[in-house]
């Protein structure tokens, strides 16, 4: 049986982490992106367990994509999903009010209905001691003003995955969740406005994923990585929420004037 790693946004700054440490406990890793030529550059790259498949996850119907490879492939009796890592996403800092219904629909569906389709797609082939890692945010816990969206979403991956995780108990296959800090990749901008931003407790990539992967390995639920950042969610779970929502808002208000 041919044992594979699922991961989406997989040729993005954690994305492109996760797929290099992973991809000597699998046959294939099934890298899942938008951009097919940054796919092809890292097959290049990494070798040939690399399968590219183009995926916009904003769109419901790509889906289909994975869900038809699967089959085509033999089905559960031929392939074992041994990791499904689901990272893609994206978003920006603006006022709630700047977002067209479209932008507001796409980043629901990548990050929320994308996060849900594919875990039921894969679980079917999935056994004991498979994992699932489910990239939430440390902006999961708490509302944040100015991108409203991105942590709204992200709230719906951390809740979504904690009670999947309680519903595959029996099955042996483990949720874990991360929610980190900033994490250094191209998503961040290094100014906004002509406003050189600072991000706190930024970490790169590999560290993060690193940490993940050994978290879910280990069974453990929910992975964050460094301890500053494992104390400021604590905060945002036990703070008043008005006061940590103004707090933020204060702090990102001068980046968008």
């Not at 092809?40 to 790509?62: A, H, N, R």
């Not at 990239?135 to 003003?145: G, I, R």
């Not at 800090?181 to 901008?189: C, D, Q, R, S």
Request: net charge positive.
């Amino acid at each position: 049986m041919k044992k594979i790693a699922v991961i989406t946004g997989a040729s993005g700054g954690l994305g492109k982490e996760f797929v290099r440490q992973i991809i000597n406990d699998v046959d294939e890793v099934w890298a899942i992106g938008r951009n097919v030529a940054n796919l092809e550059v890292m097959k290049e790259e990494l070798g040939s367990k690399i399968i590219p498949l183009q995926m916009d996850l904003s769109d419901t119907k790509s889906y289909n994509v994975l869900s038809g490879k699967l089959e085509s492939e033999g089905g559960s009796s031929a392939i074992e999903i041994s990791w499904l890592i689901n990272n893609a996403g994206a978003g920006r800092f603006a006022s709630s009010t700047d977002f067209s219904t479209e932008e507001l629909a796409a980043g629901i569906t990548a990050h929320c209905t994308a996060t849900a389709s594919i875990c039921n797609i894969c679980v079917p082939y999935m056994k004991s001691g498979d994992h699932i890692v489910n990239v939430a945010s440390q902006s999961a816990f708490s509302p944040l003003p100015y991108i409203n969206l991105y942590a709204a979403t992200k709230a719906f991956v951390y809740s979504y995955s904690r009670a999947l995780r309680e519903e595959l108990r029996d099955t042996g296959i483990a949720v874990t969740t991360i929610c980190p800090g900033w994490i250094k990749t191209a998503l961040l901008p290094d100014t906004l406005n002509g406003h050189k931003v600072k991000f706190p407790f930024l970490v790169t990539a590999d560290k993060v994923a690193a940490k993940a992967i050994r978290d879910a390995r280990r069974g453990k639920a929910l992975s964050i990585y460094r301890f500053a950042v494992r104390y400021v969610s604590w905060l945002q779970r036990h703070y008043p929420t008005g006061i940590s929502v103004r707090v933020w808002a204060n702090s990102v208000k001068k980046y968008l004037e």
